[in-house]
């Protein structure tokens, strides 16, 4: 597959992405990755009794990594904060057909959601 040629899901969580944006209120949120290097993830998770309720992402970067954080913030949905191991970058990247040299892309989204994920095991809400 040329590093342009979007598989279907890609494209389409590329052109209608599941969860973009913020959360206002009281959320737990992780980060990760530099603009100046060509990815950033940032993950809000609002939680009731320690499990997501709602997700929503922002992305700076390529197609592959908005559509692997639109999948993650979906996903997300009714699972405990504390337990990131769904989240695994090799499954997913064969879900979205991502291509091998892109791989990081989707380590950053990992990044983020277990930067969140640390955040959760350091608050009071646990």
Known sequence: MDSLDYSQQVRDRFERPANAGR?????????????????????????????????????????????????????????????????DPLRLAALLEVPEHKLGVLLVVQDALEAAAAKFDQSEDR
């Open 23 to 87: 959360l206002l209120g009281p959320v737990i949120s992780g980060a990760a990755g530099e603009e100046g290097l060509g990815t950033r993830v940032e993950f809000d998770f609002r939680l009731r009794s320690g499990t997501v309720e709602e997700s929503a992402f922002r992305v700076y970067g390529c197609p592959h990594a908005i559509a692997a954080a639109s999948w993650v913030a979906e996903n997300a949905r009714d699972r405990r904060l504390d337990d990131t191991s769904w989240m």
